[in-house]
T-cell receptor, first 116, second 115 residues
Framework: AQTVTQSQPEMSVQEAETVTLSCTYD???????LFWYKQPPSRQMILVIR??????QNATENRFSVNFQKAAKSFSLKISDSQLGDAAMYFC?????????????FGTGTRLKVLA | NAGVTQTPKFRILKIGQSMTLQCTQD?????MYWYRQDPGMGLKLIYY???????DKGEVPNGYNVSRSTTEDFPLRLELAAPSQTSVYFC??????????????FGPGTRLTVL
């Protein structure tokens, strides 16, 4: 069975600085998707970024980028020029593409604090 | 589009009561999911559905039931509520197809307390 591990329960970053959130996963599959979701205090789950495992190029979305290391099964999220609005829980998620599998597996989350 | 809507936003139940959490999506998504999020934890899958009339258990299905009679609606039923079911419940949907974005869209959540 696949697992997703986020080993940092909490991280802090100064406003305008860069922070990296870690995520590792375990799978025997070669084809899958990986996601980072943001959950602000409003509780709404918001997609931050998505990576297809077959793509070697790391995904980027404005100030958010990932470092996808397939062999190491690592999927970290880098937030550049951190803003106060980035403060939230961040969840890493895995989605298998194996036939008949429709489930997403979430990590336990990292709480990001942004210091003014 | 309203996206994924959930009702109610908050609810307090007494032990042994029953209730139904409603979830509706207007994006014509084929897959729908119910998760629970306990304090300080990630999301755990309760049930999911890959289309009308088809449902399957997730990681933590005990104490819950679902049905999917239409593409749009995926209600979650709690029978005989227990304090262990105190949690925030999220409904999500996605349109899964090969080569698609496969991104889940989440509802705003329902905070349920069982006393």
């Amino acid at each position: 069975a696949q697992t997703v591990t986020q080993s940092q329960p909490e991280m802090s970053v100064q406003e305008a600085e860069t922070v990296t959130l870690s995520c590792t996963y375990d799978t025997s599959e070669s084809d899958y998707y990986l996601f980072w979701y943001k959950q602000p205090p409003s509780r709404q789950m918001i997609l931050v970024i998505r990576q297809e495992a077959y793509k070697q190029q790391n995904a980027t979305e404005n100030r958010f980028s990932v470092n996808f290391q397939k062999a190491a099964k690592s999927f970290s999220l880098k937030i550049s020029d951190s803003q106060l609005g980035d403060a939230a829980m961040y969840f890493c998620a895995y989605r298998s593409l194996a036939s008949g599998t429709y489930k997403y597996i979430f990590g336990t989350g990292t709480r990001l604090k942004v210091l003014a | 589009n309203a996206g994924v809507t959930q009702t109610p936003k908050f609810r307090i139940l007494k032990i042994g009561q029953s209730m139904t959490l409603q979830c509706t999506q207007d994006m014509n998504h084929n897959y729908m999911y119910w998760y629970r999020q306990d304090p300080g934890m990630g999301l755990k899958l309760i049930y999911y559905s890959v289309g009308a009339g088809i449902t399957d258990k997730g990681e933590v299905p005990n104490g819950y039931n679902v049905s999917r009679s239409t593409t749009e609606d995926f209600p979650l039923r709690l029978e005989l509520a227990a304090p262990s079911q105190t949690s925030v419940y999220f409904c999500a949907s996605t349109y899964a197809k090969r080569g698609g974005t496969d991104t889940q869209y989440f509802g705003p959540g329902t905070r349920l307390t069982v006393l």
